[in-house]
């Protein structure tokens, strides 16, 4: 509209400048139009030397919250470029078809370094999203004309993880949690250094149930508690089952609300879990254990990147056989501890059958 307005007025003041033998009019109409081709064949030349690209930076964002993804303008001209517009995709990586934002922006001449912008945006899934700048279109100063041209950058893989839940486990009692114990702690005789006994102290709200001192309670009538000088917690082994349904993103959001939820709340109980997955890249299991918050996070992009896509033959053939101490959460979203059933969640009611409910682990 911009320039058809323009072309309008140079062609209005020319003709009004022949009619009427105004030699000034018409060396203001052909100064007019000099300005439309010089701005033209700039938007061009700047075209070719802008580049927008998504710079290494921390990959984390949190489901259904506003989360930014920095961009850099690199301009390897001198001029400054007034404004630019770039057309991002955003996919999530089982998804065929992804979603186009728009940034506009603008950069700053080669002697001014770099431009950053940032972009903002919301996750509605747990997953991996592919991030993939396509086009950028830049436009001369006055807006008259613009130029556009692909780009062929590296996809950018952000990490979009649950928010964190506390769920409500009843724990099983101390000892019986795994066939792999990192030290026996059911005995009150000095161990190696895991499990050595610093002190007993009377029972307070929040003390695990696992550590209490089973002799000096039976003798005193009062609950006592188990300090070592190194924390000496069993193991629990999860595995994700994933051969019970196609991987799409929808389920992959389910399931990962489950497990951050279930691992989140057990490493809040000192619980060590060792968790195992199905990747087709490696055609085996793939194993990561986690004991904090900080290792739980450490996972996610080799959990993410993984693909789960199996048949019951390759989960079974590459997991081999468990015992029946094992957790289990498959893709019907059921959770099973050994031969335990201990919930089938709702995929459409997550959040509610993760906070709401009380989960029984005990035999």
């Not at 303008?73 to 400054?80: D, L, Q, V």
């Not at 770099?114 to 436009?139: D, H, M, Q, W």
């Not at 082994?237 to 691992?263: C, G, K, M």
């Not at 989960?315 to 501890?337: R, T």
């Amino acid at each position: 509209m911009r320039k058809l307005a323009a072309f309008i007025i140079i062609f209005a003041i020319w003709y009004f400048a022949g009619m009427n033998f105004q030699p000034n009019l018409l060396t203001v109409s052909v100064c007019l139009a000099a300005v439309v081709i010089i701005s033209f064949i700039f938007s061009r030349i700047i075209r070719n030397k802008l580049d927008v690209y998504i710079p290494p930076q921390e990959n984390l964002a949190y489901k259904n919250t506003e989360n930014s993804l920095k961009l850099t303008a690199e301009n390897k001209s001198s001029f400054p470029v007034n404004r630019f517009a770039a057309k991002i995709e955003m996919k999530y990586k089982t998804d065929s078809k992804g979603t186009i934002k728009k940034l506009s922006g603008s950069a700053a001449g080669k002697n001014d370094g770099n431009t950053e912008a940032e972009f903002y945006f919301s996750a509605p899934y747990c997953g991996l999203i592919e991030a993939n700048i396509k086009k950028i279109r830049v436009y001369d100063y006055f807006g008259f004309f613009s130029n556009s041209k692909k780009l062929r950058h590296e996809k950018h893989d952000i990490f979009i993880v649950p928010q964190t839940k506390d769920m409500k486990i009843l724990m099983p009692p101390y000892g019986t949690y795994t066939s792999h114990p990192v030290a026996d702690s059911s005995s009150n005789s000095s161990g190696d250094d895991h499990s050595e006994i610093r002190l007993l102290r009377e029972y307070r709200d929040g003390d695990l149930i696992r550590h209490i001192h089973k002799n000096m309670t039976a003798k005193t009538q009062k609950l006592w508690i188990k300090e070592y000088n190194k924390e000496n917690d069993y193991i629990f082994d999860l595995i994700l089952n994933t051969s019970d349904a196609a991987i799409t993103t929808e389920l992959l959001d389910s399931l990962y609300e489950i497990v951050f939820a279930v691992l989140g709340t057990l490493i809040k109980n000192e619980v060590t879990v060792k968790l195992h997955w199905y990747d087709k890249n490696v055609n085996g299991m793939r194993n990561a254990d986690i004991s904090d918050q900080e290792t739980l996070l450490k996972i996610v992009p080799d959990l993410y990147r993984s693909d789960m896509n199996c048949t019951a033959d390759e989960f079974y053939y590459a997991s081999g056989n468990h015992d029946n101490e094992n957790m289990m959460i498959n893709s019907k979203l059921e959770w099973y501890f050994g031969k335990k059933h201990i919930y089938s969640f709702n995929k459409d009611n997550i959040e509610n059958d993760l906070i709401c409910n009380v989960f029984d682990l005990r035999r």
